[in-house]
């Protein structure tokens, strides 16, 4: 009978062995998988949550500068941006072209001609723009000098003169008043040539 009593204590300190060593393992377990990936997930969440939180702040920040627009320097003139050159801007209707409204003019990389839908459009009119010539050196001619911009100071290394136009033709007296009104208001417009900014 002692035999098995002794063999029944023996059982019951395997078994209770194992609970521990169960029991152990399952605390080792636990603790670094189970609560590991519950602290990642909190430290993840907690994260995520500042993440948001700075996003939201960059977001709003990025919507702060969105509202608030940058002024563009060159907002209220008319600028050509391939000689880097700008008027300020006015009612008229002025147009431009590298290619003359009339024949007789060449186009040229160094020109424009400036122009109104008005001036172009009067009957009988002999010119209806405006060459704006830019050199590089200053213009010195006999004949029929070109009137000086910016008072004949560089403008990025060039200087602008133009030609004023030739006088109306035709007879009708109020197309003739016209056409000095709309050549003067391209002139005035021209005058006010500066650097684009």
């Keep these: 009978m002692q035999k098995l009593e002794s063999g029944s204590a023996h059982v019951v300190v395997i078994v209770a062995l194992i609970v521990v060593i169960v029991g152990a393992l399952g605390m080792l377990f636990w603790q670094n998988f ?9 430290i993840k969440s907690t994260s995520s949550a500042e ?3 700075t996003e939201s702040e960059i977001s ?10 940058v002024s563009d320097p060159n907002n209220g003139y008319t600028v050509l941006e ?5 008027f300020k801007a006015n009612q008229l209707a002025v147009s431009w072209s590298k290619t003359s409204v009339d024949s007789y003019n060449k186009t040229s990389s160094n020109t424009y001609y400036f122009t109104t839908n008005t001036w172009k459009n009067l009957a009988g009119a002999c010119n209806t723009e405006i060459p704006l010539i830019r050199s590089t050196d200053k213009i010195v001619s006999m004949t029929s ?3 000086a911009l910016n008072n ?11 030609y004023s136009p030739q006088d109306a033709c035709g ?3 109020t197309d003739i008043n016209e056409w000095s009104r709309q050549s003067r208001l391209v002139m005035s417009f021209l005058d006010t040539i500066e650097a684009k900014k």
């Design 152 to 162: 004949e100071m560089q403008i990025s290394n060039y200087y602008y003169y133009y």
């Design 171 to 173: 007879t009708d007296a």
């Design 145 to 147: 000098p070109p009137k």
């Design 82 to 86: 391939d000689w880097g050159i700008r």
């Design 34 to 42: 189970i609560q590991d990936k519950s602290q990642d997930s909190a």
């Design 60 to 69: 709003d920040d990025d919507s702060k500068a969105k509202m608030t627009p």
């Design 51 to 53: 993440r948001n939180s």
